[in-house]
């Protein structure tokens, strides 16, 4: 199984801050990798697809890199509604998340 | 647009099983993969397996193997997640999820409601 790790855990940021979240596979996963982000108490929602790509809908704030092992989520301006928890998912075998990383106010 | 909607919060007993319900409206079902996803309280996300309705056949995580089913009916546009022996950890929402892309387990762009399976003695 493919593992994916995420860093870090947790952030504390402040509007208008630029925001990088990283993860990292287990083994080569090529561009099969999407980010989500989930608000308490809602369904995670698809920022990211195929490491870079932008979902319709998403500000273009968010962009997403990566190939291989590693990747990094950037949220380029962040916004009050930003904070919430960001998750990777590798889609190159059986799907699975990341950890997660909180944003926070700081 | 795509409408994820699933069944309502249970409650179950320590060994029991439990099955919950997805309805997929505005969209094509059976060409698209739905995935069951769950989530602890607190914990972050897990993704437990999958169906592509018109293949038939589901995927599952090794760790479920044994205690899942995943089963879509076609003329209800409805899929189906079936857990057994129901333990204290497997309480967590439960999301179905479909995918993006036609045939494939690749992204999860539509999102149910989730539903929340507390498992109590």
């Known amino acids: 199984d493919i593992q994916m790790t995420q860093s870090p855990t947790s952030l504390s940021a402040s509007i208008g801050d630029r925001v990088t979240i990283s993860c990292r596979a287990s083994?080569?996963?090529?561009?099969?990798l999407n980010w989500y982000q989930q608000k308490p108490g809602k369904a995670p929602k698809l920022l990211i697809y195929?490491?870079?790509n932008l979902q319709s809908g998403v500000p273009s704030r968010f962009s997403g890199s990566g190939s291989g092992t590693d990747f990094t989520l950037t949220i380029s301006s962040l916004q009050p509604e930003d904070f919430a928890t960001y998750y990777c998912?590798?889609?190159?075998?059986?799907?699975?998340f990341g950890g997660g990383t909180k944003v926070e106010i700081k | 647009q795509v409408q994820l909607v699933q069944s309502g919060a249970e409650v179950k007993k320590p060994g029991s099983s439990v099955k919950v319900s997805c309805k997929a409206s505005?969209?094509?079902?059976?060409?698209?993969?739905f995935n069951w996803v769950r989530q602890a309280p607190g914990l972050g996300l897990e993704w437990m397996g999958g169906?592509?309705?018109?293949?038939?056949?589901?995927h599952y995580v090794e760790k479920f193997q044994g205690r899942i089913s995943i089963t879509a009916d076609e003329s209800s546009s409805t899929v189906y997640m079936d857990l057994s022996g129901l333990r204290s950890d497997d309480t967590a929402v439960y999301y179905c999820?479909?995918?993006?892309?036609?045939?494939?387990?690749?992204?999860?762009?539509?999102w149910g409601q989730g539903t929340l399976v507390t498992v109590s003695s």
């Open positions: 998912q590798q889609s190159d075998t059986t799907p699975s």
């Open positions: 505005g969209g094509a079902f059976s060409t698209y993969a």
């Open positions: 083994q080569t996963i090529s561009d099969n």
């Open positions: 169906i592509i309705p018109i293949f038939g056949s589901a």
């Open positions: 195929a490491a870079s």
């Open positions: 999820a479909r995918d993006r892309e036609m045939a494939k387990f690749k992204s999860l762009e539509h």
